[in-house]
Each structure stands twice: as structure tokens, then as C-alpha cells.
């Protein structure tokens, strides 16, 4: 996690606590452990209760991040990360794998419709079975060839989630 993220934390953690309860929580290794337990208590109430007591004085938005209308995944699962253990780590990983494997999807459909679009009906646009028979140099065909082994299974795994328009 790199300095910005743990900043986002920080600034969280701060908003919605305050001093008196930043100084218990330093105070708590040097107790004992009855005392740890009560106080920890008391220290997770105070922050829920001035934190109810700050949306009711505050109604409006706390983070600029919750404007746009979709989070840029890409950094939003490294910012996750440290939190995780061993295997929500992989499963966020495989998460990242599959949303870049449907943008890339979705970037070949595009181009091939572009390719299409460029070649014109007139240059034997003939499709026999949904499969494009035309001696252009740039086919679906030619793409799924230059992927990988994985990147293959991952497209005609998206094919059945983006049907053709």
C-alpha cells in the first residue's frame, strides 16, 4: 500500500474518532488486560457514537473518490490488498485477471467492428455459421491465435457474456 492509500485511511480513521479517544487507544498497551478489553469497548462506542453524531451534523458527502460513477478497478484492488488474507488476496487477483480479460474483450469486439466497418459489405462481408469467411487480413480467427492458452478460455468465456449485437 503505498503512502496516498494509507493518507485515505488515516484521514477516515481520523474524521471519525477524536482526541481523547486517539490518547486512550496509546494508552492501551501499557495496561492490563482487563482493562484493555473494557476500554476497547468503550473506545469502538465512542467512535460509533461520534460518528452518528457527526452524519447528523454533517449531511453531506465525505470522500470526493464516491463522485464518479464507476471506481477504476485497476487501483482499487491494490488498495485492498494489505487488508487481505492469503486467499482473498488470490481471489482479488483472479477478480483483476477477469475484468482485464473482458476490457480487452470488449477493445477486440470494438476493433473487429471497426475492421468490419472499414472493409464495407462491397469486399464479400460474407459470414457463413457466424464465422467470417472473408479473405481479410484481419479476422477473429487471426486474434484468438496470437492469445495464449488462458486468454482463449477467457474469451469464449466472455463471448456467452457479451452476445453479439
Known sequence: MDEKDQDH?????TLFTTNQVQIIKCLLPYLDYETQKHL????????LKYTISYFQ???????????????????LLPTLLPYCSQPQKEMLKQVEQIF?????????????ELMKDVKGPE?????EGGKNTSSSPFSMDMLM?????????????????????
Open 123 to 127: 469486399n464479400g462481408d460474407s459470414s
Open 145 to 165: 491465435n496470437i492469445l495464449g492458452p488462458e486468454q482463449k478460455e477467457m474469451i469464449d468465456m466472455l463471448k456467452g457474456v457479451f452476445p453479439n449485437e
Open 57 to 75: 451534523n454533517h449531511p453531506y458527502q465525505i470522500c470526493s473518490c464516491a463522485k464518479t460513477d464507476q471506481p477504476d478497478i485497476h487501483k
Open 9 to 13: 485511511v488515516l484521514a477516515f480513521d
Open 40 to 47: 476497547a469497548i468503550m473506545i469502538k462506542y465512542q467512535e
Open 100 to 112: 482485464s480479460a473482458m476490457e480487452m474483450y470488449q477493445e477486440m469486439s470494438q476493433m473487429m
